[in-house]
């Protein structure tokens, strides 16, 4: 537990901090520039992406070796990653686009064939005298061992300028995620735009190489994006809650694997993501599950409430007991059933919305409307001021309270 | 009604029709534009020219390639031939001329952005990527809502409104826009008798203002009221005009030709005769 407090505050040695910090900037980049591949529904892609760096890794490692430089470096390393991805992702492209294959058949076959391709790639390497110690194995799934200051810096920088790009280009990606056929009347260039956010997605998949690895990668993408959709209804706002989860994330979860020896740090990081995600489904306003369920109790009364009220209007007693308690609680009916003065005028304003909804399902016949007459939605949520105005209209004046 | 009839091959009729090269300063000008999908055109060398400050109808059958069409002439699916002039300009040029309101727009409604959202979309092209939206832009998109008696639902999540007004929230993103050329791809689809009615007022107020309106229509009953202009096509242009010329039972017949009910070509026939 020490180790904990002294990680969470950076106290637990250079390498432990520059891990923190280091997945911290990347769990935050991954999670911004995740946003809208997520909302573009394109994460099984960004997988296929994450999955065709392997053979670049490879293929640049066995490069270097053979030119005679030390395979290990990482600016090849990545430059060869990236190459590879790049590949992958336009040949899915193309695929989807030229041939009669769906895009979810050209993802399988990409990502297959080129993680294949790099675990051959890999096994050779292993067998090459260069290639012992040459630990690629570790971007499969991250490690923190060998992290370095310029490993960090790499983050930073180029965490900052994907953060950056879906800045920018947050409205152009949001119109192409929710509707590209108008993007396209604008004169929005939509392939480009779609090739930008896989971009993003790859940048940040080629720095995650080393601390989570590529097969973990896309979690840090899209994970803080589900969970962030849960707090908001704005795409904007989306960005930056899924920046700072997935950044409490890489932090939290890097700090976790610090404190306990032996624990690996990508994957500690993605169950910390998870975590929040499910905490994100059960708590979140508005959309999450506890709200849903107590939404479904105060639903429930509000029926039963409305039934009873419905019931005054036309005169009739009121059966369920239940009913009877809401109504008795408002002080709307007295216990032995009798409406009060409140209760009768609520039961008038009830009779006369169930009088101007007759009017508007005769003068709105659309499908849209007719499963809001309901019982229950409030017709000031359906129509608006004018439109209720008219239903009046037609309707002529108030109809004074029947009297007995 | 003989079945054999099939429109897709009947050509021009020779009545009626408009000039074959149609005048390159219409508000938009085809000319022998054709698309297809696959082997089969959807679209064949159609020429039509819809001219500045009026309202016109694109007219015909299921699959006759109208949505295809107005896509086409915007650029959003490629054409293998033809040219398209807007205001006697390229469609390049002139595209922030244009404004576009989808068939029933097939869009996740679960999306993450509101009514007033979706409106700003229209007006995104003019802030350009460093643009900040202002005070300015929020209230124009929330006049455009009111103009299509939306502003009380702005900060909906765009899925929690009906059908109807979805439709009137494409209209108010378009306008957004401040086009002079709105193309409206069955903006009266699955919309109930209001919306139908604030839809048509708010595209005549369009035209006392000179903008030019081009919707494709598929209720042969509204056509004289709403329309100025009519293009009947069937993959290929059957007939352009004046609805006063243009809207008749022969030309009704063949663009429609056995898909078209005895009973509703003899309704449209004595709608002729009472005007
Ligand atoms: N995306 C598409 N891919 C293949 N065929 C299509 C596509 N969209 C439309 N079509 C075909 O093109 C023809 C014209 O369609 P469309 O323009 O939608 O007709 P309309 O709008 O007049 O009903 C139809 O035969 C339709 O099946
Ligand atoms: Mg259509």
Known sequence: MSLFVEAFFLQ??????????????????????GTFPFLRKRALISDAVAHATLPGIGLAFILMVTFGGDGRSLLGLIAGSALTAWTGLLLIEWISRRTRLTEDAAIGAILGTFFGAGIVFLTVIQGMSAGRQAGLEGFLLGSTAGMLFQDALLIAVGGSLAVLVTWLMRRPMTIVAFDSDYAMTL?????????????????????????????????????PAVAARFWTDRSTKMIWIAGCIGGASGYLGAVLSASAPAMP?????????????VFSLLFAPDRGVLVTLFRHRGFQARVHRRQGLLALAAHHPIREA????????????RPDGVP??????????????ERRWDVAREIYQD??????????????????ADEIAELDHQLGPPVTARTE | MSPTIKPAIVSDLGHAVGPARAPRDAALAIHGLTVSYSEKPAVFSVDAAFSTGEISAIVGPNGAGKSTLLKAALGVIPRLSGEVYVFGDTLRNARARIGYVPQSASVDWDFPTTVLDVVQMGLYRKLGLLGRLSGQGRAQALECLDRVGLADFANRQI????????????????LAQDADLLLLDEPFAGVDAATERAIIGVLKLLRKDGKTVVAVHHDLATIRDYFDRILLVNVRRIAEGPVATTFTTENLQATFGGRLATTHLSELAIMDDGH
Not at chain 1, 268 to 274: C, D, F, K, R, Y
Not at chain 1, 367 to 374: A, H, K, M, Q
Request: charged share 15%.
């Open chain 1, 12 to 33: 637990a040695g250079y390498n432990a901090t520059l891990v923190a910090i280091g997945a911290g900037v990347l769990g935050f980049a991954a999670g911004a520039s």
């Open chain 1, 187 to 223: 004169g929005y260039d939509v392939r480009r735009i779609d090739l930008l956010m896989m971009g993003l997605v790859l940048s940040v998949t080629v720095i995650g190489l080393k601390l989570v690895g590529l097969i973990l990668i896309v979690a840090m993408l899209i994970i």
């Open chain 1, 265 to 277: 740090t990508g994957p500690i990081i993605v169950l910390v993501a998870a975590g929040i995600f």
């Open chain 1, 322 to 333: 239940y009913t009877l308690r809401l109504l008795t609680r408002e002080g709307l009916v």
């Open chain 1, 340 to 353: 009060t003065d409140a209760g009768r005028a609520q039961a008038a304003k009830i009779a006369r919305d």
């Open chain 1, 367 to 384: 499908t849209g409307l007719t499963g809001r007459y309901d019982g229950l939605t409030p017709i000031e949520d359906v129509f608006t």
């Open chain 2, 159 to 174: 899925g929690q409104i009906s059908g109807g007004q979805r439709q009137r929230v494409f209209l108010a993103r378009a």
